[in-house]
């Protein structure tokens, strides 16, 4: 038999015993008790010392030990609960009172049933009233020692040792448990628990706990931290939301109340997430409120620290583990395969067990045979990706399990999985673009390319620089990096945006204004503050076109429009100062942007309207040209004279364009790209942008075919 099943017997025997007392003294309330040293009721104040050496309390005696219920305060407890336990008492409780239609426990019965009766009981400020034990049912003039009395359902099954959530917490709170796969937690937030705990027990001497505010923008690792704190305490976490407070004060009384009796009762602490520190429950008070008056042991999680909380408390910084700690715990995922048998031994070799054979190619196509190569892979991982333990952990066996499906390189699954993983949230704030693009395809002068070249090359070794190398630690601004591409439209932007991405196996994402600018004020700022924290994550480059729109120049103040779009524009070159990731902005007015950018920016690169040679290059990698050896696709071509297409001024957008409306005519009219057809499209195209058009410059002849070429192609077919 288990404690558990000795204690629960034990508390069925001594209630049992408590109701059989209770029974009789309701049949002959001047009977003498058989307990001779107490003629008259049966609760005595609890005794731990006496307890200890002979039996465990009873739930009623725990009951009263927790909330504080005198003697005769449980035996009125006891006599309510009774009414559930015993169909007898209704009875009994009318023949007591010697009335037939008092069928139910009242506090004038128990004052005359009880020995050491107290006028007070019945208080509110009372245990039996202010833990909400009873419900007093008084009708009209009726005297309240009359009235009717009738125990707490779950008060009533707690006696009986059933001990569970009331149902009206349970409606609101869930379970917060930690997730099975990663739960343990990175060095630099067990500092972080530690000190939750050190406060707590430095407060224990006040009465009240502290509530530990944790502050920080990444939701899973507060929450990660409140659990292995609630369980080094032995108490389970819930979790509610701010918004779920009740917002009228009656309800929100009644719950304030039923908390803290939970908390009593049960091991219990309680994260209230308050991660939008504006919502409506905190505008009506609400949660300062409850955390005025519930008390217990309660986690405060916010993405900034929320000054005036009603109640002591302290803050703590809680952030995802740092690049150092995600590096060991990529290490340790890559390096777990190689610890399986048949995986990979010191010398980077497969050790054969079993079918050795399949499991040398099996550890060759995971891509991460040796130290040398898990560490390099990691070190990448880390370095683009911006994630807690938790999800590593998940990302590295779903990674596993496609690498042996499908015999490809893990790290290489790694990488797609975590490309993965970071797109839902950004996909719902921003346009994600799929980059195509190659340096093959951009044509630009040798410094911009150079310049371009440099920036994916500090991106994809910002990790080596700012951790391994040490950088980080003079630094007090962000890691991330900012550029500017400044030119006209078409001259590349965005594709060499798209080139830097597919160069790095980045997404990237094109930020809609409409979805980030708000006329309300502070919802900009809000919708640019959820498109960042999505973004932190990493993998993903921020390509904020016509930039200017966003990023103007502050303006002096005239009045509050003029104050608010200053501070949105301040709260700008906050976050991307701080961003971790790379962003881009775009623009075609340099000169529109606010110069307190130009600073915080890394790179300024200038996209030149192109000249002739480079028009003639962007003509000839327009037009595809068939390649047998990777089998492309290309339109079929007359022979074109780049050096008079060139001549057109035009920048690389524009040609583009016309190449892909005579690609267009080309198709409708059955034949191939000819000269004649893109002079046309040059000529659309230039008369859209308002361009002075000279006609003499789009006469094409098509050149004349001798005589021999001419019956060649006229010449009837032969008949059969």
């Given at each position: 038999?288990?404690?558990?099943?000795?204690?629960?017997?034990?508390?069925?025997?001594?209630?049992?015993?408590?109701?059989?007392?209770?029974?009789?003294?309701?049949?002959?309330?001047?009977?003498?008790?058989?307990?001779?040293?107490?003629?008259?009721?049966?609760?005595?104040?609890?005794?731990?010392?006496?307890?200890?050496?002979?039996?465990?309390?009873?739930?009623?005696?725990?009951?009263?030990?927790?909330?504080?219920?005198?003697?005769?305060?449980?035996?009125?407890?006891?006599?309510?609960?009774?009414?559930?336990?015993?169909?007898?008492?209704?009875?009994?409780?009318?023949?007591?009172?010697?009335?037939?239609?008092?069928?139910?426990?009242?506090?004038?019965?128990?004052?005359?049933?009880?020995?050491?009766?107290?006028?007070?009981?019945?208080?509110?400020?009372?245990?039996?009233?202010?833990?909400?034990?009873?419900?007093?049912?008084?009708?009209?003039?009726?005297?309240?020692?009359a009235s009717a009395l009738r125990a707490d359902e779950r008060?009533?099954?707690?006696?009986?040792?059933?001990?569970?959530?009331?149902?009206?917490?349970?409606?609101?709170?869930?379970?917060?448990?930690?997730?099975?796969?990663?739960?343990?937690?990175?060095?630099?937030?067990?500092?972080?628990?530690?000190?939750?705990?050190?406060?707590?027990?430095?407060?224990?001497?006040?009465?009240?706990?502290?509530?530990?505010?944790?502050?920080?923008?990444?939701?899973?690792?507060?929450?990660?931290?409140?659990?292995?704190?609630?369980?080094?305490?032995?108490?389970?976490?819930?979790?509610?939301?701010v918004e779920s407070l009740p917002a009228h004060r009656a309800?929100?009384?009644?719950?304030?109340r039923l908390w803290q009796r939970e908390s009593r009762l049960?091991?219990?602490?309680?994260?209230?997430?308050?991660?939008?520190?504006?919502?409506?429950?905190?505008?009506?008070?609400?949660?300062?409120?409850?955390?005025?008056?519930?008390?217990?042991?309660?986690?405060?999680?916010?993405?900034?620290?929320?000054?005036?909380?009603?109640?002591?408390?302290?803050?703590?910084?809680?952030?995802?583990?740092?690049?150092?700690?995600?590096?060991?715990?990529?290490?340790?995922?890559?390096?777990?395969?190689?610890?399986?048998?048949?995986?990979?031994?010191?010398?980077?070799?497969?050790?054969?067990?079993?079918?050795?054979?399949?499991?040398?190619?099996?550890?060759?196509?995971?891509?991460?045979?040796?130290?040398?190569?898990?560490?390099?892979?990691?070190?990448?991982?880390?370095?683009?990706?911006?994630?807690?333990?938790?999800?590593?952990?998940?990302?590295?066996?779903?990674?596993?399990?496609?690498?042996?499906?499908?015999?490809?390189?893990?790290?290489?699954?790694?990488?797609?999985?975590?490309?993965?993983?970071?797109?839902?949230?950004?996909?719902?704030?921003?346009?994600?673009?799929?980059?195509?693009?190659?340096?093959?395809?951009?044509?630009?002068?040798?410094?911009?390319?150079?310049?371009?070249?440099?920036?994916?090359?500090?991106?994809?070794?910002?990790?080596?620089?700012?951790?391994?190398?040490?950088?980080?630690?003079?630094?007090?601004?962000?890691?991330?990096?900012?550029?500017?591409?400044?030119?006209?439209?078409?001259?590349?932007?965005?594709?060499?945006?798209?080139?830097?991405?597919?160069?790095?196996?980045?997404?990237?994402?094109?930020?809609?204004?409409?979805?980030?600018?708000?006329?309300?004020?502070?919802?900009?700022?809000?919708?640019?503050?959820?498109?960042?924290?999505?973004?932190?994550?990493?993998?993903?480059?921020?390509?904020?076109?016509?930039?200017?729109?966003?990023?103007?120049?502050?303006?002096?103040?005239?009045?509050?429009?003029?104050?608010?779009?200053?501070?949105?524009?301040?709260?700008?070159?906050?976050?991307?100062?701080?961003?971790?990731?790379?962003?881009?902005?775009?623009?075609?007015?340099?000169?529109?942007?606010?110069?307190?950018?130009?600073?915080?920016?890394?790179?300024?690169?200038?996209?030149?309207?192109?000249?002739?040679?480079?028009?003639?290059?962007?003509?000839?990698?327009?037009?595809?040209?068939?390649?047998?050896?990777?089998?492309?696709?290309?339109?079929?071509?007359?022979?074109?004279?780049?050096?008079?297409?060139?001549?057109?001024?035009?920048?690389?957008?524009?040609?583009?364009?016309?190449?892909?409306?005579?690609?267009?005519?080309?198709?409708?009219?059955?034949?191939?790209?000819?000269?004649?057809?893109?002079?046309?499209?040059?000529?659309?195209?230039?008369?859209?942008?308002?361009?002075?058009?000279?006609?003499?410059?789009?006469?094409?002849?098509?050149?004349?075919?001798?005589?021999?070429?001419?019956?060649?192609?006229?010449?009837?077919?032969?008949?059969?």
């Amino acid at each position: 038999m288990t404690a558990s099943d000795s204690w629960q017997e034990n508390n069925t025997r001594r209630l049992g015993g408590a109701l059989a007392e209770l029974r009789r003294r309701l049949e002959d309330p001047g009977r003498p008790s058989e307990q001779g040293a107490r003629p008259k009721g049966f609760a005595a104040a609890p005794s731990r010392e006496l307890n200890r050496s002979e039996e465990p309390l009873s739930a009623l005696e725990l009951l009263g030990d927790r909330l504080g219920l005198s003697p005769f305060e449980q035996n009125v407890l006891l006599l309510c609960a009774a009414m559930e336990l015993d169909t007898r008492m209704p009875g009994l409780c009318a023949r007591a009172q010697d009335d037939p239609q008092k069928n139910f426990p009242t506090f004038g019965l128990a004052l005359a049933l009880f020995d050491e009766p107290s006028w007070d009981a019945l208080s509110p400020e009372r245990p039996l009233r202010f833990w909400r034990l009873i419900e007093i049912s008084q009708v009209g003039a009726q005297p309240l020692t009359a009235s009717a009395l009738r125990a707490d359902e779950r008060i009533v099954n707690y006696v009986k040792g059933l001990n569970y959530l009331d149902e009206r917490l349970a409606s609101l709170l869930a379970p917060l448990d930690a997730p099975a796969a990663g739960a343990q937690l990175a060095p630099s937030q067990e500092s972080v628990a530690r000190i939750i705990l050190r406060r707590w027990q430095q407060s224990a001497g006040a009465g009240v706990l502290p509530v530990a505010q944790l502050v920080g923008a990444d939701v899973q690792s507060k929450q990660l931290v409140a659990h292995h704190a609630a369980a080094a305490l032995n108490r389970r976490l819930y979790w509610l939301p701010v918004e779920s407070l009740p917002a009228h004060r009656a309800d929100l009384e009644l719950f304030v109340r039923l908390w803290q009796r939970e908390s009593r009762l049960l091991p219990m602490a309680l994260y209230l997430d308050a991660e939008e520190s504006n919502g409506p429950a905190e505008r009506s008070g609400a949660l300062g409120h409850f955390l005025s008056r519930g008390g217990g042991v309660v986690f405060l999680g916010a993405r900034e620290m929320l000054g005036q909380v009603g109640c002591p408390h302290f803050a703590l910084d809680v952030t995802k583990p740092t690049a150092a700690e995600q590096k060991a715990a990529w290490v340790a995922a890559l390096g777990d395969f190689e610890s399986e048998p048949g995986g990979a031994d010191d010398s980077g070799q497969a050790k054969p067990s079993g079918p050795g054979l399949e499991r040398r190619a099996e550890s060759a196509a995971l891509g991460c045979v040796g130290n040398l190569n898990c560490h390099a892979a990691a070190a990448r991982l880390a370095g683009q990706f911006n994630l807690n333990l938790a999800r590593i952990h998940e990302l590295s066996r779903q990674a596993k399990l496609e690498a042996r499906s499908s015999g490809s390189s893990l790290a290489e699954n790694l990488w797609e999985a975590c490309r993965a993983s970071e797109r839902p949230r950004l996909d719902a704030l921003a346009q994600r673009l799929e980059p195509k693009m190659t340096w093959d395809d951009l044509v630009l002068p040798a410094h911009e390319m150079n310049q371009l070249r440099q920036l994916a090359a500090q991106v994809a070794h910002r990790n080596q620089v700012y951790c391994e190398w040490g950088f980080e630690r003079k630094m007090n601004r962000g890691f991330g990096i900012s550029a500017l591409f400044a030119g006209d439209s078409g001259t590349g932007k965005t594709m060499a945006a798209e080139v830097i991405a597919n160069e790095l196996r980045l997404n990237l994402y094109r930020i809609d204004l409409s979805a980030v600018v708000n006329k309300y004020i502070g919802e900009t700022e809000k919708n640019l503050r959820r498109l960042f924290d999505a973004a932190e994550g990493g993998g993903v480059i921020l390509f904020f076109d016509e930039a200017d729109a966003l990023f103007g120049k502050r303006s002096e103040v005239k009045d509050s429009h003029d104050r608010y779009a200053n501070v949105e524009i301040n709260y700008l070159l906050q976050r991307v100062e701080s961003y971790r990731g790379l962003a881009i902005l775009a623009t075609n007015t340099k000169s529109a942007l606010d110069t307190a950018f130009l600073r915080r920016l890394r790179f300024v690169v200038n996209f030149p309207y192109p000249g002739s040679a480079d028009r003639r290059r962007l003509w000839e990698k327009v037009f595809m040209q068939a390649d047998a050896k990777d089998n492309l696709a290309a339109p079929p071509l007359e022979k074109l004279d780049y050096d008079r297409l060139a001549k057109l001024n035009l920048a690389g957008g524009h040609i583009h364009n016309a190449a892909l409306n005579a690609a267009f005519r080309a198709a409708a009219e059955g034949a191939s790209v000819t000269m004649r057809l893109v002079l046309d499209a040059v000529r659309t195209e230039l008369l859209k942008l308002d361009r002075p058009v000279n006609e003499a410059d789009f006469r094409w002849n098509e050149p004349k075919l001798d005589a021999s070429s001419a019956v060649e192609r006229f010449e009837e077919p032969a008949l059969a």
